[in-house]
Nanobody
Framework: QVQLVESGGGLVQAGGSLRLSCAASGRTFSSYAMGWFRQAPGKEREFVAGISWSGNSTPYTDSVKGRFTISRDNAKNTVYLQMNSLKPEDAAVYYC??????????????????WGQGTQVTVSS
């Protein structure tokens, strides 16, 4: 069982930056693929970025490429999402997800085993 706790959300002006963190419990964090998803009001949850257990695979959705960076620190059991040049359309609740696997992270939310409670990101124009 893995518990995920997101933090770092908040209110930021368009063009600003935020760094989200997802802290995971458990001793086998390094064997988990991780993903960040987001859900805006009235919309479906969508994939934002993922990272494999090794960090070698880091897929992104097209709308955030070049602006967001996902990374992980296995010694700290934490995955990060650095978000730069934020836009109003990035506003959403951001969720961290995990799956125990050696394979690259999926963009499909149903593939993940564990989820955090979410952190709100608000971007003012």
């Amino acid at each position: 069982q893995v518990q995920l706790v997101e933090s770092g959300g908040g209110l930021v002006q368009a063009g600003g930056s935020l760094r989200l963190s997802c802290a995971a419990s458990g001793r086998t964090f390094s064997s988990y693929a991780m993903g960040w998803f987001r859900q805006a009001p009235g919309k479906e949850r969508e994939f934002v970025a993922g990272i494999s257990w090794s960090g070698n695979s880091t897929p992104y959705t097209d709308s955030v490429k070049g602006r967001f960076t996902i990374s992980r620190d296995n010694a700290k059991n934490t995955v990060y999402l650095q978000m730069n040049s934020l836009k109003p359309e990035d506003a959403a609740v951001y969720y961290c997800a995990a799956r125990s696997t050696v394979f690259r992270p999926s963009t499909d939310s149903s593939w993940y085993q564990y989820w955090g409670q979410g952190t709100q990101v608000t971007v003012s124009s």
